[in-house]
């Protein structure tokens, strides 16, 4: 099979990806999920004349004829059922959040008025008018309006709006099960002695660090040596129990990459396996039938964290029934050049400038391996040098953002 372009991978990615199914949780386990209903005002918004200002509330008709120092005859406090005011030339003292007290129909904050032995007095050039810092019944939006629609990532604004409107619980995207399979006889877990020519398996946490930005807690981690027989049995029962398989390492042209080959082994469809990029130039992605995607990423730490970025997390985005982010474009700070024809990735430190541009300064790492030179940058952008090779100061680009 010939190398594809990116963005011919992925368009192939985002065709093989469905949105998951939905389920009902509470409110608060609703947090960063992805909601798939509407949400409908319970009743109107506000529910009652609510008073915007600690103050006093009175009738403008004594307004009209001259009361300028009012009687108060009455608190109104918030949370408290109306109260009715008679008489002329009174007034209550009435509190932020509170509905506005029947026979009145003007407040004056405390800040218009001096109060002295019970009475208050207006000070002179303030004016009241009639429903001045009043939020009128139903003005936001009317009973049975739809305030959320499906397809928002449920975060602060959101969750404000689920609960004023009473729902306990939500309907959302159930949440991916995901594998993360590192492979490879050289790794040995974090918490065991490590020999000289041995590594720890960093790109397992560095994904699961990178779902949990998502949202998605349901990971498992798990770690597969170079041993075909042990990868074929493993890979089987990882294919049934997850949504998506993210594997890293053991899918060059080694003697041992055996990844590729065991996968279609297991009726996984290979749908590429190679992209005109850098990193990551031998990603391999595929999908079972009524089964799980499976990226096959290249163990590079950088290239591992590359491909989640540029074609994992869109994939999971769409998973979740979250809408699609708007494209972000970021200039070169510096002109940057490499061998093409191949798209590149560039790792940068991003910074707004005063006059809105996104300005990037190339961190060009010596090798694929080198992640923690990465570290003190802000993402990546990406040079489409199919025929382009030289990308000057200035150049436009698609910049994408650690996770
Ligand atoms: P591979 O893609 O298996 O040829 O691995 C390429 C390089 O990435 C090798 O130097 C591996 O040791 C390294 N590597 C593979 N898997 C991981 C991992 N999970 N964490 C860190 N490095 C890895
Ligand atoms: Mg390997």
Redesign the pocket.
């Known amino acids: 099979m010939p190398l594809i372009a990116v963005n011919e991978a992925a368009r192939i990615v985002e065709e093989a990806t469905a949105v998951l199914s939905t389920e009902e949780v509470s409110l608060v386990e609703a947090i960063g999920r992805a909601l798939r209903q509407t949400v409908q005002a319970d009743r109107d918004v506000p529910p009652y004349d609510r008073v915007m200002m600690d103050g006093i509330a009175f009738n403008h008709r004594d307004w009209e004829n001259d009361v300028r120092q009012y009687s108060i005859v009455g608190t109104q406090a918030a949370g408290a059922p109306p109260e009715i005011l008679t008489g002329s030339g009174n007034c209550f003292e009435i509190m932020t959040g509170s509905e506005l007290s029947n026979g009145c129909d003007c407040v004056v904050p405390y800040e218009e008025v001096e109060i002295n032995e019970g009475k208050a007095q207006i000070v002179d050039g303030f004016v009241p008018q009639p429903g001045r810092f009043v939020h009128k019944t139903g003005s936001d939006y009317p009973a049975g309006a739809t305030l959320l629609q499906p397809g928002y990532r449920l975060t602060s604004r959101q969750i404000a709006i689920a609960a004023a409107s009473g729902c306990t619980h939500l309907r959302v995207t159930r949440l991916p099960r995901i594998s993360l399979v590192?492979?490879?006889d050289?790794?040995v877990e974090i918490d065991l002695p490590v020999e000289r020519h041995q590594?720890?398996?960093?790109?397992?946490y560095s994904l699961q660090a990178g779902l949990a930005a998502l949202g998605i807690s349901t990971v498992k981690r798990s770690h597969l040596n170079d041993r075909p027989e042990e990868i074929e049995k493993k890979l089987v029962s990882l294919l049934e129990d997850s949504d998506v398989l993210i594997l890293?390492?053991?899918?060059?042209k080694?003697r041992y990459?055996y990844v590729p080959e065991i996968l279609e082994k297991l009726g996984v469809k290979k749908l590429f396996h190679g992209v005109t990029q850098r990193p990551g130039k031998?990603f391999w992605f595929g999908r079972q039938d009524d089964g799980p995607s499976v990226f096959a990423l290249?163990?590079?730490?950088l290239?591992?964290l590359v491909c989640f970025h540029r074609f994992v997390v869109p994939s999971l985005e769409k998973m979740l029934g979250l809408p699609t982010p708007p494209t972000v474009w970021a200039s070169l700070a510096e002109p940057f050049d490499f061998e093409p024809p191949q798209t590149f990735f560039l790792p940068v430190a991003a910074e707004s400038q005063p006059d809105g541009l996104l300005s990037a300064t190339p961190r060009s790492v010596s090798n694929s391996?080198d992640y923690a030179s990465i570290v003190s940058t802000s993402g990546f952008v990406e040079l489409p040098g199919e025929d382009l090779s030289e990308f000057p100061t200035g150049y436009c680009a698609k910049y994408f953002s650690w996770i």
């Open positions: 590192s492979t490879g050289e790794l590594i720890r398996p960093s790109n397992a890293s390492g053991g899918v060059s080694g990459d031998p290249p163990g590079n730490p290239s591992t391996g």
